[in-house]
């Protein structure tokens, strides 16, 4: 070690190359006699290479602390500008994590304890030991310290992707709104979800969607500012902290960069993959509320974003906030409507289009809520997606129709198809097949006896597992059609790849089959395919006797709308099943009257 040199009237160890086993302290003591006591005592020891830097003021030592890294802090607790718990507080606001030994001519042990309490790694009394003890302390207060760093990594950074975590990233939210507060600056906050996350999961397994992960938390690195603060939040979601910024356009400048670098493929276990990300973006202050508030701003403006088309951000509006609300306030009916059985349900007849009679039946959800009144399935059924509530409601929707099913066989009635129509969250559920498998089971219904509705666009969302799905569901015995058929991607590929049974032609193009826009031949390109296919047809929404006459000229054997009668009761449906006794075609058009207007 080398030797002590004078400099401002301070004493400084000469500089010297750190080597394999050396000590960089920082001792912050004023009075002269104990610094040479102390580089006196370090200097006699053989056992250690040490470097210590002596200042005199708290000043200084913050200096040094942005100036260079440290091993230790020594602090003494009487200094020129500042006493006490002060000094602590003073070093701990350089925010260096440097652990720190407090140095004190006081032997009070209550004192020492809430020193040690405020995060002091130790406390030792001026000069408690022979130079041997000071440094065990030493080399004990930089074994906590890193220990309690570790605990805090783990405490505080996602093991996966190594970024700061949701508790890390609340810290630094909670300070960034605080000194935007005080210096009058701008703070953006980003929340981000990754599209089709579950789609890599599903299909090429967790563990690819871990590199995934991985790889985005890189990119996003990349995109964003060296000072900003990158986080995951939880699964496939992340957070930025952008401090200093100008306004909105900084923002977006910095969104707009995410966007191209997460769009670009990635390479995965060795097959490509392309996800994109949805953002949400909230600026403090002109958004008001706490560090809470601001990431649900910035999550309500990410599920705007991917409501409209995903790939792209939003910036959080006060109007967002009052739709938040009413979203909120409509959930927790739902889940109230849920608990109180104040669901129920109604069957919109099917008809063969040629003899008039009974071929079917689709359940259709009605809520008639005590605080809301009639609230309608547009209404309610977004919400209930969102939520996950669908998922309780369309297996109580199951249950309703078997159960009605049971009972009207019971009643000695012949009973036609029903069909239901299953959201996306149901059919994405593990072994939905054998949970509609159960439900038959348990009400002795026969698999033929019930119908699934899917969406076209539910299945183009990946096709391979909805194929496998499907293959499983048909397993069971119950037959499958496609919802809506011709409003959302129609590929043929699928048509032919998918096993399902039955096309309903979406009520838009029936509307309008004599309006002269193309409806028309749309129509009867659907029954030509369905019939190439060996596919039944249904027509939906059929209101007027011309409509219902095109589609007997076209070839489409069943139809449903309000040509037939509103949507009825259970109970109402029962004459319709005793008409089915007789053989004699075209009884049933007695109970199927067809309405002289669409209101009928």
């Known amino acids: 070690m080398g030797a002590f040199r004078r400099r401002d009237g301070r004493l400084c160890l000469s500089r010297v190359p750190r080597r394999r086993h050396e000590m960089k302290l920082l001792l912050v003591e004023d009075c002269l006699d104990d610094a040479d006591f102390l580089a006196a005592s370090l200097r006699r020891n053989r056992t250690v290479d040490v470097e210590l830097t002596h200042v005199g003021s708290l000043r200084d030592a913050r200096r040094c602390l942005e100036q260079a890294a440290f091993d230790v802090v020594l602090l003494d607790l009487h200094l020129p500008d500042g006493s006490g718990m002060e000094c602590v507080d003073v070093i701990q606001e350089a925010e260096t994590g440097t652990p720190i030994v407090v140095l004190s001519g006081r032997d009070d042990e209550e004192f020492a304890l809430s020193i040690l309490n405020k995060g002091v790694q130790d406390y030792l009394a001026k000069w408690e030991g022979e130079t041997r003890g000071i440094l065990r302390a030493i080399r004990y207060a930089i074994e906590r310290k890193r220990s309690e760093m570790r605990l805090n990594y783990l405490a505080q950074y996602d093991p996966l992707t190594e970024i700061p975590n949701r508790q890390y990233f609340n810290d630094q939210l909670a300070r960034a709104t605080s000194r935007a507060r005080r210096e009058g600056r701008k703070v953006a906050l980003f929340f981000l979800d990754l599209d089709h996350f579950k789609v890599v999961n599903d299909t090429l397994g967790h563990n690819a969607g871990d590199v995934l992960l991985k790889e985005t938390a890189q990119r996003l690195r990349q995109a964003v500012r060296a000072g900003d603060v990158l986080a995951r939040l939880g699964g496939d979601e992340f957070a930025v902290l952008l401090e200093g910024i100008g306004g909105p356009l900084d923002a977006e400048a910095v969104a707009r960069a995410i966007l191209d670098v997460v769009a670009k493929p990635f390479q995965v276990e060795g097959r490509e993959v392309s996800v994109t990300t949805s953002i949400g973006i909230t600026l403090y202050p002109a958004d008001h509320g ?311």
């Open 290 to 600: 706490d560090p809470d508030m601001l990431l649900k701003n910035a999550d309500i403006a990410m599920y705007q974003a991917k409501e409209q088309g995903r790939n792209n951000f939003k910036f959080f509006t006060e109007r967002m906030q009052a739709e938040l609300l009413a979203y909120h306030s409509l959930e927790h009916d739902i889940r109230e409507a849920l608990a109180n059985e104040e669901f129920r349900l109604v069957y919109q007849p099917k008809v063969n289009v040629v003899d008039r009679r009974l071929q079917g039946l689709e359940a259709l959800l009605r809520w008639d809520c005590p605080r809301r009144g009639e609230v309608t399935p547009a209404e309610f059924i977004p919400v209930a997606e969102q939520s996950g509530h669908i998922v309780p409601l369309g297996q109580w929707v199951l249950h309703e129709v078997c159960r009605t099913l049971n009972r009207w066989a019971a009643a000695g009635l012949p009973l036609v198809p029903v069909s239901v129509n299953v959201s996306a969250r149901q059919f994405q559920q593990a072994a939905f097949h054998q949970r509609i498998a159960d439900v038959l089971q348990r009400h002795a219904i026969e698999p033929a006896m019930l119908e699934i509705e899917l969406t076209e666009g539910l299945l183009m969302e990946d096709t391979d597992s909805a194929q496998r799905a499907l293959q499983q569901l048909k397993a069971t015995g119950v037959r499958v059609s496609i919802d809506d058929f011709g409003t959302g991607h129609s590929c043929l590929n699928y048509l032919r790849r998918f096993p399902i049974d039955v096309l309903k032609i979406d009520r838009s193009f029936i509307q309008e089959v004599d309006g002269g826009n193309g409806s028309a031949m749309i129509v009867r390109a659907i029954i030509s395919l369905a019939r190439s296919l060996q596919l039944d047809t249904v027509a939906e929404g059929v209101e007027t006797h011309e409509q219902l006459e095109f589609l007997v000229e076209n070839g489409c054997e069943v139809a449903q709308g309000f040509l037939f009668g509103m949507p009825m009761d259970a109970r109402e449906i029962v004459p319709l099943l005793e008409d089915l006794r007789d053989d004699e075609p075209g009884f049933a058009t007695a109970r199927l009257p067809i309405a002289d207007s669409a209101s009928g």
